[in-house]
């Protein structure tokens, strides 16, 4: 199915948003953070597909890379962007110093879980041991922050939500107002609404006037019986 107009430049802006990913360059990110951006950027849309992926691959990486994408030993998987993923991952990733990164890929926020908690335990994962200044504005730390959040959480983000511009601080208040909302909107959900049975609220009240017990369930005949002997036994 072809692209309309509008698709394509929606991908075209996004291209300009990712940083071009170029090994082996000072200054380039890894190729797992390069990966990251592009899947951060396409979430913000839906019915995101295969080939939209690919296309981002194609146009924010270098020739080098590019020319990787059509050697032979891996014309099986130009077109399919997670075997893609798989192999520039294993060509261009430095394994020792992606350790890290790897792990902490698996470490997802709990359906019940603060943001606090959960940025706690991502960057004991990510960081391991590493205790440096400003460490925790790692671009990709950032984005794997966000990507990583429970969906109920990620839903309530504003779109303006973005690791390139925002500080670390900046994107925990942010995740912390949203599950703050999540929360009051799972209560409210949760809430069954108080309606009133009137045959249950008036069981066990007695009712109003006089009483009459005995003949209340008596066919006629047998009524006008029962209020005679009544009159008899008073005189």
């Known amino acids: 199915m072809a692209w309309n107009?509008?698709?394509?430049?929606y991908l075209d802006k996004l291209t300009r948003n990712i940083n071009k990913f170029t090994p082996n360059v000072a200054g380039s990110q890894d190729v797992l953070?390069?990966?990251?951006?592009?899947?951060f950027h396409l979430e913000m849309r839906?019915?995101?597909?295969?080939?939209?992926?690919l296309y981002l691959l194609r146009t924010t990486s270098s020739p080098l890379v590019q020319f990787f994408f059509w050697?032979?030993?891996?014309?099986?998987?130009?077109?399919?962007?997670?075997?893609?993923?798989?192999?520039?991952?294993?060509?261009?990733?430095?394994?020792?110093?992606d350790q890290g990164l790897m792990a902490a890929q698996e470490t997802k926020q709990g359906q019940h879980e603060t943001p606090k908690a959960f940025y706690n335990r991502l960057r004991r994962e990510y960081f391991v041991a590493h205790n440096e200044p400003d460490m925790e504005e790692d671009l990709n730390f950032k984005t794997l922050f966000l990507r990583n959040l429970h969906p109920g959480v990620s839903h309530h983000l504003g779109v303006m939500t973005c690791p390139h511009t925002m500080t670390t601080q900046q994107l925990r208040d942010l995740a912390h107002k949203a599950y703050g909302k999540q929360k009051m909107a799972s209560e409210k959900g949760t809430k069954i609404p108080a309606f009133c049975d009137f045959n249950t609220q008036h069981q066990g009240l007695a009712p109003e006037g006089p009483q009459h017990h005995e003949s209340t369930n008596l066919p006629p005949k047998e009524q006008r019986r029962s209020s005679f002997r009544k009159e008899g036994d008073m005189t």
């Open 71 to 97: 050697i032979d030993s891996l014309l099986h998987t130009k077109s399919d962007f997670h075997l893609l993923r798989e192999a520039l991952l294993k060509e261009f990733a430095d394994l020792e110093a």
């Open 5 to 9: 107009s509008n698709h394509m430049s």
């Open 33 to 39: 953070a390069y990966l990251q951006d592009i899947y």
């Open 46 to 53: 839906s019915n995101v597909t295969d080939r939209d992926r």
